[in-house]
């Protein structure tokens, strides 16, 4: 089946051969004639499965179809997204679909000033990608107004209710039309996110594809056990022995993800690190040197990988398992894009061995045990001193100079502490001396 078979008009289906696209993934097969035909849809689909092009395509089309001009501070389209990473990728992607278009793309999102996401809203905009917090911000600061808002698409509900904005969701609800086309994406259903769902959603239109275990059959999976302190050295021994185009490297904290970065750069490895610490530039700059190849190693935690779309993606490598076995499909998913093929390797603690009996009873399926290396215990102690970064310049030292011999030392007055109730001594005569005042004889 063709695009064009689906009912996308034709500047659209020449700005998805521009990218190289010419047939639609299953959820793209199931969403766009229905989303065409003006109803609600509720999808649920992991990362990497074609969503954002499922909603973009049918959504754009159905913008120009009803030319209507945006007005001052209004938004026509939108959608919100759990992280700055996702909202970037959403707006590209909009973008470069609607190439051949006029509608106008914005961003919102923390860490950038607002003053500029209120320059960008000041004449309207056809297309707002948002993160809720900013919105929110942008609302109170009567900045923005969503009464002219067509179509609402809210993206990764299950994130957006882990990171806690299920408050700003119920905020925004009310703000929006009660006519209007809603779109509803997220990975698992579980009853608060369907709960959710029904506040936003009229009548939906529900298309399932991609079960969490067909992402996990798609990744070849290794494990190696191995004590904690001892992570560092096997992923130096990893890195210096496989041929990696590109890795993605996970960890669970923020911390975690910076001292993997300088333990790999006291290795002379380089890599980079993105999570939620990072300033606005710093992630794009992050970002930016992963997606053009010149640092093949992005080290991250879970909510920063969030919207992370980069091709060729060879290796996911899991330094610390997650907690949560729905979070680990996302994980090695990014290596396993548009139906490729992909390796994953996972570094297991003891502590870490429940969490590896869940993830193997969600994706039924036994990961391989890999053993450490033969010379493992060797490496392992030639890593461990390796210096954290560059080594300081040693100072000369220089020669003491002996001590002039002055004879014994004198022990240290010690002052008795005077009563409390001592008197100041008096001048003869009477009264203080005044500061700055003569004798008076």
């Known amino acids: 089946m063709s695009f064009s078979k689906l009912g ?14 010419d047939t639609p993934t299953p959820i793209q097969a199931q969403s766009i ?43 026509r389209m939108l959608i919100l997204a759990p992280t700055r990473e996702l909202a970037s990728q959403i707006a590209q992607s909009a973008k470069e679909y609607g190439r051949y278009t006029k509608l106008r793309v914005a961003t919102v999102f923390g860490g950038v000033p607002i003053a500029r996401n209120r320059r960008d809203l000041g ?4 297309i707002l990608v948002a993160t ?14 969503l009464s002219d808002v067509e179509i609402l698409v809210l993206d990764e509900a299950d994130q957006m209710l882990d990171l806690g904005f299920i408050h700003a969701l119920k905020r925004i609800i009310p703000m929006l039309p009660k ?5 509803f994406f997220s990975a698992t259903m579980p009853k608060a996110i369907r709960d ?14 991609t079960p969490v275990a067909s992402t996990a059959e798609r990744v070849e999976q ?33 911390h975690g993800a910076d001292r993997v970065v300088k333990l790999l750069a006291g290795n002379g490895i380089e890599a980079v690190a993105i999570h939620g610490n990072k300033s606005q530039p710093q992630r794009e700059k992050a970002l930016g040197a992963f997606r053009s ?78 053993p450490l290396p033969d010379n493992f215990l060797t490496e392992a102690e030639r890593i461990k001193e390796t210096r954290v970064g560059p080594v300081p310049a040693e100072r000369p030292d220089r020669p003491r100079k002996p001590r002039q011999d002055r004879g014994p030392r004198r022990p240290r007055k010690t002052h008795d502490a005077k009563p409390a109730n001592a008197q100041r001594k008096r001048r003869p005569g009477g009264g203080q001396r005044r500061r700055g005042s003569k004798s008076q004889g």
Request: glycine letters at 8%.
């Open 179 to 183: 006519d209007r086309q809603s779109l």
């Open 132 to 145: 809720p917090g900013r919105l929110l911000d942008l609302i109170d600061q009567k900045c923005l107004a």
């Open 293 to 370: 190849g010149r640092v093949k190693l992005l080290v991250a935690t879970d909510i920063a990988a969030r919207g992370i779309d980069v091709s060729g993606v060879s290796h996911v490598i899991n330094f610390e398992l997650p907690n949560v076995a729905e979070q680990y499909v996302h994980r090695i998913g990014r290596t396993a894009r548009a139906g490729n093929d992909g390796i994953a390797f996972a570094f297991c603690a003891e502590d870490e061995r429940p969490y590896l009996r869940g993830i193997e009873k969600l994706t039924r399926q036994k990961v391989e045990v890999v």
């Open 8 to 21: 996308l008009n034709r500047s659209l289906v020449d700005a998805l051969a521009q990218k190289g696209y």
């Open 33 to 75: 004639p229905a989303l065409l035909e003006g109803d609600d849809l509720l999808g649920i689909a992991q990362t990497g499965t074609g969503k954002t092009a499922a909603f973009m395509l049918p959504s754009i089309q159905r913008l120009v179809a009803a030319n209507e001009r945006v007005k001052p501070m209004r938004c």
């Open 222 to 254: 290794y494990v190696t056990f191995v004590n904690q302190k001892e992570k560092q050295a096997l992923l130096t021994l990893f890195l210096e022995n496989n041929e990696i185009e590109r890795a993605l490297i996970f960890t669970r904290t923020k």
């Open 196 to 209: 959710l769902a029904g506040q936003f959603l009229t009548d939906p239109t529900e298309v399932r594809v």
């Open 123 to 126: 004449s309207g905009v056809d």
